[in-house]
């Protein structure tokens, strides 16, 4: 079974820069769209960005023009860099592709374990 691993995450001041990365533990035949999501304390999972495979992208209305979503294709992975970050995007950060492994296989949703952003004031 192919997990994500998420990297990145950390404390920084608001204001502040981080960029998040989410690789493939294994090589995947095919990945359509590739998102991210946060959970903020005590709220419920919110979209935040998500890219295409022809690199089309789309923000939540409270990113927008602040993160950027891209992601490299050869080695199966995704980004999102944060940037003018805010004391609200304090969340834990999960990434997600829609693929499959092999041909044979059928089209999954994979999940990231998560990686905590937290910004002071």
């Known amino acids: 079974q192919v997990q994500l691993v998420e990297s990145g995450g950390g404390l920084v001041q608001a204001g502040g820069s981080l960029r998040l990365s989410c690789a493939a533990s294994?090589?995947?035949?095919?990945?359509?769209?590739m998102q991210w999501y946060r959970q903020p304390p005590g709220a419920q999972r919110e979209f935040v960005a998500s890219i295409t495979t022809d690199g089309t992208t789309a923000y939540h209305y409270s990113v927008q023009g602040r993160f950027a979503i891209s992601r490299d294709n050869a080695n199966n992975t995704l980004y999102l860099d944060m940037n003018s970050l805010k004391p609200e995007d304090t969340a834990v950060y999960y990434c997600?592709?829609?693929?499959?492994?092999?041909?044979?296989?059928?089209?999954?949703?994979?999940w990231g374990q998560g990686t905590q952003v937290t910004v002071s004031s």
């Open positions: 997600k592709f829609w693929g499959r492994l092999t041909p044979a296989l059928n089209w999954y949703n994979y």
């Open positions: 294994e090589h995947m035949f095919s990945i359509g769209t």
